[in-house]
């Protein structure tokens, strides 16, 4: 096998940035965020077309569910390509990496590599994997998803999660893009310690029923670790349905969330908080519009912090906690605010989130430094990263113009002409 080293990324610092009314703020949050570069690790190749009994080579590949089963010497440290390609079947994620030495399963660049109609599970014994830029999607419409049945298991609509995740330590899941699944976007459970969410765009997932909309974004529970969500773009079709649904019964926990500079819009609360008591919560930096935020559900509850978050269109609700920081937040549409959001993970990529309740037929975005003078650059859709680009150019100052309708939108910005 190559080796994988001249395929990592160098350490890149990042911030998120806020621009409102002619004035600049760097916001709190920033990370140094590190690409492992293993010595001796190498690079495995799967495809649509492989197969177990192939060296792995780009040659001759392997098939997706053999590779991320362990069925094959992946070492930790090694990176898996994932080629472009329809990928159906059952695919169990039992890969393990080390803490100094992830496993990487990361679609190949500029290609699409999409799991159709199948789901993604991460089961025992998962740990230290990233799984990077896959495509996680169903095929039915939106409108046919529906049933006659109440509850939460409808027995007339086939289909899982589009990603469900039992356990791994220390896993990351970064830059997904999980839309159109029968049932939720992302099941992430108490066996997953110490992981994280960056950069996903989650959208269109769920069913509707007679009682409500059903199938959210993330549905997640956590007791030990931190879990981190953060960078991620989410919406929901149906009313009832939740953006993020941190939650569960009295006999479920909620604690120990990291919860960053998320965009969630059009509809679907946000909400962390459940029927036991939960602490140790922090939710910063995250814009929302027709969505309402929801710290707290029935329990007395320790623990949170709440800082610079916007709620335009919804309302904040913090419910019974003995502890609370509250700053910052702002409860209302602004008329011109634009946020800048790079990837942690990834240099050329990052969103870009406008409020616009004047209601202008174009927006000037702050896009430094994230874009220096003379970079190419487009303006994905966040539900249809691989269609046509609404908009690109080349960056020739601080700001950039940008094209609205409505009151809201939330972009990804690629540069380089939008390379995926």
């Not at 496993?103 to 740990?127: C, F, H, Q, W």
């Not at 529906?146 to 409808?154: A, I, L, M, W």
């Not at 509707?208 to 959210?216: C, E, V």
């Not at 990837?343 to 309740?357: C, E, M, S, T, V």
Request: charged share 25%.
């Amino acid at each position: 096998m190559q080796s994988a080293a001249k395929f990592a990324l160098a350490s890149v610092m990042v911030t998120s940035l806020v621009f409102q009314e002619g004035h600049t703020e760097v916001e709190r949050g920033s990370w140094s965020a590190l690409v492992p570069s293993v010595e001796g690790a190498s690079e495995h190749f799967v495809s649509p077309e492989g197969t177990h009994g192939n060296p792995g080579t780009a040659e001759a590949p392997w098939d997706l569910a053999s590779a991320l089963a362990g069925q094959h010497k992946v070492k930790p440290g090694d990176i898996v390509w994932v080629r472009g390609g329809t990928y159906q079947g059952k695919f169990e994620v039992k890969l393990m990496g080390k803490e100094s030495a992830p496993i990487i399963v990361r679609t190949y660049p500029g290609e699409r590599a999409t799991v159709l109609d199948s789901g993604v599970t991460v089961v025992e014994p998962a740990s230290y994997v990233w799984i990077w830029g896959l495509e996680i999607a169903g095929s039915v419409p939106v409108e046919k998803r529906e049933t006659k049945q109440t509850g939460s298991h409808p027995s007339d609509l086939p289909g899982t999660d589009g990603l469900s995740i039992y356990t791994g330590k220390a896993c990351k899941f970064i830059n997904l893009i999980i839309h159109d699944n029968v049932k939720g976007g992302v099941g992430w459970w108490v066996g997953s310690t110490d992981s994280e969410f960056h950069g996903c765009l989650i959208y269109n997932n769920g069913w509707r029923a007679p009682d409500r909309g059903h199938g959210h974004c993330i549905y997640t529970q956590n007791k030990e670790g931190i879990k981190t969500i953060s960078s991620c773009i989410m919406s929901v079709p149906y009313d009832g349905s939740y953006t993020m649904h941190a939650y569960g019964s009295s006999r479920a926990y909620v604690d120990n969330f990291l919860i960053e500079d998320n965009v969630a819009y059009e509809k679907g609360p946000f909400l962390v908080g459940g029927g036991r008591p939960s602490h140790n919560i922090k939710v910063l930096r995250n814009y929302l519009h027709g969505v309402s935020m929801r710290i707290g559900y029935g329990a007395q509850n320790e623990d949170c912090e709440l800082r610079d978050n916007v709620i335009a269109r919804g309302d904040l609700t913090i419910q019974k906690y003995r502890q609370v920081v509250k700053e910052g937040n702002v409860e209302a549409l602004p008329d011109r605010k634009t946020i800048m959001i790079p990837n942690k993970y990834d240099p050329n990529r990052a969103h870009l989130a406008i409020f616009n309740g004047a209601r202008a037929r174009e927006v000037r975005a702050h896009v430094a430094p994230f874009l220096k003078p003379g970079d190419a650059f487009c303006l994905k859709r966040a539900k249809d990263f691989f269609g046509k680009p609404l908009f690109e150019g080349k960056c020739k100052e601080k700001e950039i113009t940008v094209p609205m309708e409505g009151e809201f939108t939330v972009f990804v910005v690629l540069k380089e002409r939008g390379e995926p």
